[in-house]
């Protein structure tokens, strides 16, 4: 039965309004206001006044000039009433989100009667958002976490692998080479050895920011393990890397690491391999080519970067 019918039921129904934490509000067919309950009022910060006869345009102008209410992000005023004009009407039931000044959400649901009337309808929903918010949030740090190296911050094993295949396939779209090098500090062991491991902690630490700093935006410098880095080179020939790693070669001479011992200071060695110099596809088999040369260049004396090789075809017996 309609309250129009039951005088009681729509007293009810009124003092409901009047005493409800959720806003509730009536628009006449022209968007002006008929009702609004003192929630409501006090959700849209207009309490110390009427907007009884004036429209929901101007609330919202109102709200945006005073900067009272909802937070409205647009720049231009016009823009965002043209805006939120479109939408409202545009179904005969809506809801959405809404951010208000100072921090609180509410849901807002907009009911369209058949005789043209809008009933809006707001809860506060601030508590469900700042939960949904942490929980973003952590996933965010889970996500992070799960992909990145935890002592030099780094991309971890996982991540740089998944990045390598990536930029295969990139490569193989867009036919421009790239290459991929393999880094490992010399004698390593021996500074864990001489100095302890928190001091071999602090030099893999200094070496993945190093690299990083020397490297160019696009490149992507990973820790594969122990004191095994790899690094990709996107949209870059074999000459290219070998210039840019052999860069970080040479300023790696002049740092020193006090924190470690006085005068203190390590080299590493490389191996560098350009995607398609081998037959094999995927990222593993380009790691393992970069591995050989990187044998290579510590079999050399180290401190160097070797390019691979293919080795020559064994003589058919
Ligand atoms: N401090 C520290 N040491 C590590 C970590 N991961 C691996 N290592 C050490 O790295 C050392 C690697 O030693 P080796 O594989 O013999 O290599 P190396 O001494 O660097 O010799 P070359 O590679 O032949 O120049 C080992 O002593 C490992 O314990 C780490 O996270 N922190």
Redesign the pocket.
Known sequence: MSPSHNPKLADLLLQYAGLSENGIAVLDAENRFVYYNPAFAQMFDFADQSMISKTHGDLMEWMYMQQRGSNIEWANLQDWLEYAGSRQRSAPFRSFEVDLKGGRWILMTEQVCPDGELVMFCSDITRQKETENALKKAHGDIERLALTDD?TGVPNRRNFMQRLAQEISRSQRSAEPFCLAML???????V??RFG??A??E??KHFANFVQQHLRAEDVLGRL???EFGVLLPNSSLPVAQLVLNRVLERLQAERLPEVAADFSYTF?GGLVQHGAAPGKSGSDLLALADQALYAA?ADG?NRIAPYTPQPAAPVA
């Open positions: 002592l490992d500090l010399d004698f390593f062991k021996k864990n050895d491991h928190a071999g902690d030099v893999l393990g122990g004191e060695s510590k180290r």
